[in-house]
């Protein structure tokens, strides 16, 4: 069976970077700036309040996982009242430690929690994560847990396959975390669309087979649904028309084929579902705002950049 949330972590190709401790004590409260890309942390003992921008605050236990695909601004603290000491998050992701301590230092730590971010090795990464809550919040997670420990060593190791390891493990640490979220409380987009059978049938079958000429009626009879009842439920749980998520799925293919530059156009063209290589730049050109070609070399520059 297709399954559509391993497709997207596989597009998304997660590359773990830094993984560390954080611990307070006292009175203490730091506000992270925009970070944009994902991370994590598990609180391993005691308790804090976490503040992310947009969403409601939150208290923090032992043993809660918590998952922020994009990163925004947020304000971790104790629970005395105190002025938050503003942190550069790239600043602080970048410092080669093994813990940070916020609040008095000599003191027994109040919270133990490792965290972490990684990168998103996808071109198309801002789409996929906006079909992701902005905040996943899990609590009692053990194999969420294990997983991240499991991180913090490898990250702090340095041992033959590191990389390798760590990029399998926030594979798997991604699909835990997302798949425990399922549920019909969560706001729109994909998660919420998989916990529904109707509309999850029909976000399945444009997975399963991209290049079919799909229409409304077409997805509608997958999903056991009349046209108007499955646009409808299909825009209120994933929050875009079923058209509008076929067209950017098969834009986010295109441009994983593009990446891999060993394509002729008119095969990445046939394999998304265009009966020309001319069709399919056109429409290529008007979603990404660049011809394929252009965006090909543009990508392959980019990648020498950072392999430099």
């Known amino acids: 069976m297709i399954d559509p949330l391993s497709d997207i972590i596989a597009l998304l190709r997660p590359r773990a970077v830094f993984a560390k401790g954080i611990s307070g004590a006292g009175a203490w409260g730091v506000r992270y700036t925009d970070f944009g890309e994902p991370s ?22 032992s043993g809660d996982f918590v998952l922020l695909p994009a990163t925004p601004g947020f304000v971790l603290s104790g629970f005395e009242p105190v002025r938050p000491v503003p942190i550069d998050a790239r600043a602080a992701a970048a410092a080669a430690v093994e813990e940070v301590r916020h609040g008095r230092p000599g003191d027994e730590p109040d919270v133990r929690l490792l965290g ?36 913090g060593e490898e990250a702090r190791a340095y041992r033959p396959g590191r990389e390798l390891v760590l990029s399998r493990l926030v594979e798997v640490l ?30 399945r079958h444009m997975h399963g087979d991209p290049a079919r000429p799909w229409t409304v009626a077409e ?22 028309s079923p058209m ?64 430099g």
Do not use: N
Request: charged share 25%; aromatic share 8%; proline share 4%.
């Open 219 to 240: 997805l509608a009879r997958e999903a056991a649904l009349s046209r108007s009842a499955f646009f409808d439920r299909f825009m209120r749980i994933v929050g875009v």
């Open 40 to 61: 994590f942390c598990v609180v391993l003992e005691g308790r804090c309040r976490l503040h992310v921008d947009g969403q409601q605050p939150v208290t923090l236990d």
């Open 174 to 203: 991604l699909v835990e975390a997302l798949r425990a979220l399922q549920d019909k409380d969560m706001p729109p987009g994909l998660l919420r669309g998989l916990a529904d059978t109707r509309v999850s049938a029909a976000i």
């Open 116 to 151: 972490g971010y990684f990168a998103f090795a996808s071109p198309d990464a801002g789409f996929l994560v906006s079909l992701l809550p902005t905040l996943v919040h899990l609590r009692g997670a053990d194999r969420l847990t294990t997983l991240t420990r499991l991180l």
């Open 244 to 307: 509008e998520y076929l067209l950017a799925w098969r834009m986010t293919l295109a441009k994983d084929l593009l990446r891999r530059r060993d394509l002729p156009l008119a095969d990445v063209a046939e394999r998304v579902g265009y009966s020309s290589a001319s069709t399919f730049s056109t429409a290529f050109s008007r979603h990404v705002g660049q011809a394929p070609g252009g965006y090909a070399r543009a990508l392959a520059g980019s990648l020498r950049r950072d392999a």
